[in-house]
């Protein structure tokens, strides 16, 4: 049986992981973890909670100690369109907290979960079919800490025998929380808005595509990589993962299917948009399918019908 600690835990992924975990590792062996207190109520109050800072490497160590932490799944991050705005700041939280959960790992001996992202990617990267193993020359603070932090897992791995593991996480789409200040945000928001208004303005151009994901697929693919066989790893940080690939135009379209009056009109972020342009428009996630049997489920369609569905409930 697994002892979990997850760092970030309120945010969009945390949130859901720390429900999945609970649910199926037993309460008693996940602690959740976030900046302060009083940030998410479900999180703090349906099991372990320790307030802690990634940055604090110490009390880091003193949590894993306590709890006899043996997974790390570090999830406190800044995201890209906010660390555009703070770039000291993404550096110390990304990089700091990363390592800080490195060490703590190579010296109690815990796996580290740390998710790296499609803006691993740079403007001069394969836009179509992204290779698993091509050029990373990213433009933004938070893809150069996400190729940093790939570099700085393997390292762990490879002189240390810390087993570290991550998957490249695409734009991700959910409902239970939101995302806080990324570029694929948009694709989020834009459920939101069509139900309680109709209307959206997006503020990415028409065509721009990029990959996306559901977040029961991306829940189901850290729980799949951190129990995958190692000795089939052969790539570690940080797998390629898809479920889909759309732009704008697209995903007004399929909601359009169930609110036939939504419309939506363009207001372009500029900076938003210089990051979303250096992104792949499509990866190529055969490496993780292969090595540990990624296989998602939703596609544009189904993840639409469900998560209006859901936001239905939840708005109501
Ligand atoms: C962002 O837009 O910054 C994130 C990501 C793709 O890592 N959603």
Redesign the pocket.
Known sequence: MKRILITGASGQIGTELTELLRNTYGVDNVVASSRGHGKNKTVEENGIYEALDVTDGKHLGEIVNKYKIDTIMNLAAV???VGEKNPQLLWDVNMNGLYNCLEVARETGAMVFTPS???AFGPSTPKDLTPQDTLQRPSTI?GVSKVSGELLCDYYFNKFGVDTRGVR????ISYAAL?GG????YAVHIYYDALKSGKFTCNLSADTYMDMMYMPDALDSIVQLCEADPSKLIHRNAFNITAMSFCPEDIKNEIKKHIPEFEMDYDVDSVKQTIANSWPNSLDDSAAREEWGWNPKYNLENMTADMLAKLKMKLA
């Not at 996480?169 to 991700?172: C, N, R, W």
């Open positions: 995201l890209s369109a992202s499609i803006a938070y996480f695409p734009g991700l995302p990324g570029t694929t945000d």
